[in-house]
């Protein structure tokens, strides 16, 4: 499960980079842009926690880096726009993301503990 939640963050990375820098036509659009960027970073933030279950902080710091360094990058883009609001939203959104990732690693560990 391990492996696989460290390949699952490694893909969920490459495709954040790729509709964060990419030209605005290019970047998939499934609804509305702050919940795409949310559901996007929640699961990059639960695919760290279940993949490095023992290093939380450098998971919280990885996903506060990336947030800020990907929405830094957009200012060299002239058809995107960087915005500090944005960078907080998604860093926040991965932090939910390993919070909730865990919340399962503790359920899982109380349910192995009872068998």
């Known amino acids: 499960m391990t492996s696989l939640s460290r390949l699952a963050a490694l893909v969920l990375l490459a495709i954040i980079t790729f509709a964060t820098l990419s030209p605005i036509q290019f970047r998939p659009h499934l609804g509305d842009a702050n919940v795409e960027r949310a559901l996007a970073y929640i699961l990059f933030g639960l695919a760290l926690a279940l993949g490095f279950p023992s290093r939380v902080t450098q998971t919280v710091l990885f996903v506060c880096v990336v947030a ?32 909730l990732g865990r919340i399962i690693i503790a359920l899982a560990s109380r349910a192995a503990a009872r068998r």
């Open 68 to 99: 800020g360094v990907l929405e830094f990058l957009q200012l060299f883009d002239p058809g995107r726009h960087a915005r500090a609001l944005d960078a907080l939203v998604k860093a926040a959104a991965g932090v939910a993301g390993i919070v």
